[in-house]
């Protein structure tokens, strides 16, 4: 089975950087769209950045200029590297990826707390 691992989450002060990974793992045919979402206390869960396969990379709005998503395809892995933070980052964030095994469907993993705060 698929698996989605995240790592690379703390507590870090205003202003400072993190570096997310994410690495899947188990039998796949392909591997599409990588990404990462966040999910704040009382709020629902939102995109961050999303890197198609051999696309440009989306980015929403409140992290333009600040995260950059990248991908190593050969380490089936997605990263998203995290300056200028600030306390309103504060959230759990969620590595997804769109697999094909014998169908194309989307995975998430379990999530790593990212807290900004001095």
């Known amino acids: 089975q698929v698996q989605l691992v995240e790592s690379g989450g703390g507590l870090v002060q205003p202003g400072g950087s993190l570096r997310l990974s994410c690495a899947a793992s188990?039998?796949?045919?392909?591997?599409?769209?990588m990404g990462w979402y966040r999910q704040a206390p009382g709020k629902e869960r939102e995109l961050v950045a999303v890197?198609?396969?051999?696309?440009?990379?989306n980015y929403a709005d409140s992290v333009k200029g600040r995260f950059t998503i990248s991908r190593d395809n050969p380490k089936r892995s997605v990263y998203l590297q995290m300056n200028s933070l600030k306390p309103e980052d504060t959230a759990v964030y969620y590595c997804k990826a769109e697999i094909q095994i014998q169908y194309r469907a989307r995975y998430w993993g379990q999530g790593t707390q990212v807290t900004v705060s001095s």
């Open positions: 890197m198609p396969t051999g696309g440009r990379a």
């Open positions: 188990g039998n796949m045919f392909s591997i599409y769209d």
